[in-house]
């Protein structure tokens, strides 16, 4: 009879090689043995096998690791300061100025700045006390909120904060150097901003053929509606989302330059 190391065995009556682990041949029905030897803990033919004692150690696999986001480079657990400041900040001022405790006049640019300067920051923080308004409120604070997030988790806060005030300072200077009396309300521009910077690598990688993680459909959804807005409130200016955009696809191209270097 062979060892527990072995393989097969021979049945002595029919000559076939069979599984060390039957009692009985399955081609002419011998007896072989009594009972079947026990199968190794181990998961080896044999006994104990010294193979086992130098198996390297295989960590488990640790939950927490499972928390990160789908997207590569996105912690999903991570929370986002900025972006968060920026939502608040905008629902926060809305609400004041409706009640009536902050004048909106102050807040936008509306005409020539003549030494306001701080309407190109607060302009994107200002809305009308109105249904279209509170639409217009809406689109450009769940853009803020999807892509600003994911930006913050891909660059950091202060990317965030860059795109925002930079596509609303650039919208504001270019509408006072091209209108005679610009009119700028709402956060189209720096949302805008956002997406376009988030947009970059994957339209980067549909370009190449390459696999992306991002929703490019989704996006482009996103961009059209913020676009449009001006079709349905008189505050929305194209000329702000066109330089929101434009803004964050030049930010994209050097955030993904630099973070490939």
């Not at 009879?1 to 069979?18: H, I, P, T, Y």
Request: charged share 15%.
């Amino acid at each position: 009879m062979s060892s527990g190391a072995d393989l097969f065995v021979v049945c002595k009556q029919c000559g076939s090689e069979v599984s060390p682990y039957v009692t009985e041949c399955p081609y002419c029905g011998h007896r072989l043995r009594r009972r079947a030897p026990k199968l190794p803990r181990d998961g080896g033919l044999g006994g104990s096998s010294t193979r086992a004692k130098h198996r390297p150690h295989m960590p488990k696999p640790s939950l927490g690791r499972l928390r990160r986001g789908e997207i590569a480079g996105i912690r999903a657990d991570a929370p986002a300061y900025a972006t968060a400041a920026l939502i608040v900040a905008s629902g926060a001022i809305w609400i004041i100025t409706k009640g009536g405790y902050l004048e909106l006049a102050k807040l936008p640019v509306l005409g020539p700045l003549r030494g306001e300067w701080w309407r190109l920051l607060t302009w994107q923080f200002a809305y009308f006390a109105s249904f279209s308004s509170a639409v217009y409120l809406f689109a450009c604070m769940l853009a803020v909120g999807i892509f600003g997030w994911l930006n913050e988790h891909r660059h950091g806060p202060l990317v965030v904060l860059a795109l925002f005030f930079g596509a609303g300072i650039s919208a504001g200077l270019l509408a006072e150097a091209l209108y005679s009396l610009p009119l700028l309300l709402g956060a189209n521009a720096g949302a805008l901003a956002l997406l376009a910077a988030w947009a970059v690598p994957d339209l980067d990688a549909l370009r190449r053929r390459q696999f992306y993680d991002g929703d490019l459909l989704g996006t482009a959804a996103f961009a059209a509606v913020l676009l449009a807005m001006p079709l349905a409130t008189r505050q929305a200016s194209w000329l702000a989302g066109l330089t929101g955009v434009t803004l964050g696809l030049l930010a994209g191209l050097g955030l993904s330059r630099v973070k490939a270097a």
